[in-house]
C-alpha cells in the first residue's frame, strides 16, 4: 500500500478551512476559502484520477453557489451560470446547498445536492451542473412539509452501495423518503419514528429527522438521529427502532457510522432542544459497536472542564484510514480529531468560526 495523507476539511460560518497530514498528529492548515462565506456543505470526490473538491458555499452578497477545486483547494471553480437552480415552474428560488454527494463508482459524473427549499438535485457532469429531480419536487406530501428551526433543508442523500438506483434521502421537516428506481417515484420511510410536535405520533411524514448514515457492511441497516429519538433501521429504512436507552439524552444533530466495521456507530448527544447543550455539560462522543445496544462514553482527551460546544447534523464524520479517524467541530469553533476510532482525542485546532460541516478522506501521496 503505498503512501497516503489525510485531508479534512472543515467548512464554517465564514469559509472554508483545509488540513492535511500524514500522521494525523500534525496538521497544515490552510484558509479561509470563500471568506465571509456559510460553507453548509463539502465533499470529497475520489471516484477519479484527481480528487475534486466540492463547496455548497452561501454568500449573504452573492448568494449560494457550488464550487469545486481539483488542486486539493490551491485553486477553485465556479459555473458562469449557477450550478443548482430551480426550474421558473417551480416558483422557488435556492436559499443554500445543504448536502453534496457523490453517487457510487459505476456513476463517475453523478452528484447529488440536497438543498433548501428541500429538494434533490442530480449532476452528471461531476458536480458543476445539477438539474431538478422533478418527482420528488411534485410529491403530494410535499407541501405540506414544514421548516425546522435552521431551514426546510434536505440534508441527508444516500446511495445504496448495491444498486445506484436505490436513494434515501432526508428532510427537516418532512422525514426520510425512498426511491427505488433512480428518483423516478418515493415514497415516505418512517414507520416507528416519532415527531412529538404533533399530536398524533409517529406519523407517515413530518418527522424532524436531524441525520441518516448507512453501515458500512450491511447497507440494510440505517442510524437515525432525529429531534428527540436515535433508531436503527434494520430492513433499508423500511422501519425505525429506538436504540438511545443507553445515552444521557436523546436528541442531537450527528451520526457517523465507521466506514468498515459492521454496527458501528457514532453519536453527539445534547439534551433536550430547550437546552441544546451537552448533557452535564460535558463534551463527549458516543460509541456503539453493537447496533445501538449498548453506547460507550468517549472523552479521553476532550475538555474535562464545563463544556457547551454544540456539534451539528454535518460537523461529525470518519476517514478510512486504519485505525479509522473520527473528527468532530462544533458552533465554539474547535475542531477535535482520534486517530483511534475515537478511544482517545485531541485539539486540532480552535478560535474558528461556528462549525457547520466537517468531512475527512485517505489520499494518496
Known amino acids: 500500500m503505498g503512501a497516503h495523507e489525510t485531508l479534512l ?31 453548509y456543505s463539502i465533499a470529497i470526490d475520489r471516484r477519479r484520477a484527481t480528487p475534486r473538491i466540492l463547496v455548497g458555499a452561501d454568500s449573504s452578497h452573492w448568494g449560494p453557489s457550488v464550487f469545486h477545486s481539483d488542486d486539493l483547494g490551491a485553486t477553485w471553480q465556479e459555473p458562469t451560470r449557477a450550478a443548482v437552480r430551480f426550474p421558473e415552474s417551480t ?95 418515493w415514497a415516505p420511510s418512517n414507520t416507528g419514528v416519532e415527531a412529538r410536535f404533533q399530536p398524533n405520533t409517529p406519523p407517515e411524514f413530518g418527522q424532524c429527522v436531524h441525520k441518516v448514515a448507512v453501515d458500512a457492511v450491511d447497507p440494510s441497516r440505517m442510524y437515525l438521529q432525529n429531534h428527540g429519538g436515535v433508531y436503527r433501521s434494520d430492513d433499508d429504512g423500511g422501519s425505525w427502532q429506538p436504540i438511545d436507552a443507553g445515552l444521557p439524552a436523546d436528541f442531537g444533530f450527528a451520526v457517523a457510522t465507521h466506514p468498515r466495521r459492521a454496527n458501528t456507530a457514532y453519536v453527539f448527544p445534547l439534551v433536550a432542544d430547550v437546552e441544546r447543550l451537552p448533557p452535564n455539560h460535558r463534551c463527549r462522543v458516543y460509541r456503539t459497536e453493537d447496533a445501538g445496544e449498548t453506547w460507550q462514553p468517549l472523552d479521553k482527551g476532550l475538555p474535562e472542564s464545563p463544556h457547551y460546544g454544540v456539534v451539528l447534523r454535518d460537523a461529525l464524520c470518519t476517514d478510512d484510514a486504519d485505525p479509522v479517524g473520527v473528527y468532530f467541530g462544533n458552533r465554539n469553533g474547535e475542531v477535535y480529531g482520534s486517530s483511534d476510532e475515537g478511544d482517545s482525542w485531541r485539539l486540532l485546532t480552535e478560535h474558528l468560526p461556528s462549525v457547520l460541516c466537517v468531512r475527512a478522506a485517505q489520499l494518496p501521496i
Not at 472554508?16 to 498528529?25: C, K, N, P, T
Not at 454527494?101 to 442530480?122: I, K, N, S
Open 91 to 185: 416558483g422557488a428560488s435556492l436559499e443554500r446547498v445543504w448536502q453534496l454527494q457523490p453517487a457510487g463508482p459505476e456513476e463517475p459524473d453523478v452528484v447529488y445536492a440536497g438543498t433548501e427549499p428541500a429538494a434533490l438535485f442530480r449532476s452528471t457532469d461531476g458536480g458543476e451542473t445539477f438539474s431538478l429531480l422533478e418527482s420528488l419536487w411534485r410529491h403530494p406530501q410535499r407541501e405540506r412539509w414544514a421548516a425546522g428551526f435552521g431551514g426546510q433543508g434536505m440534508h441527508t442523500v444516500l446511495v445504496d452501495p448495491r444498486d445506484a438506483r436505490r436513494l434515501t434521502v432526508a428532510v427537516s421537516t418532512g422525514g426520510v423518503y425512498r426511491s427505488s428506481d433512480g428518483g423516478d417515484s
Open 9 to 39: 476539511a472543515v467548512g464554517t460560518a465564514k469559509g472554508l478551512f483545509l488540513a492535511r497530514s500524514r500522521d494525523r498528529v500534525g496538521w497544515e492548515w490552510t484558509g479561509p476559502h470563500f471568506l465571509m462565506q456559510g460553507v
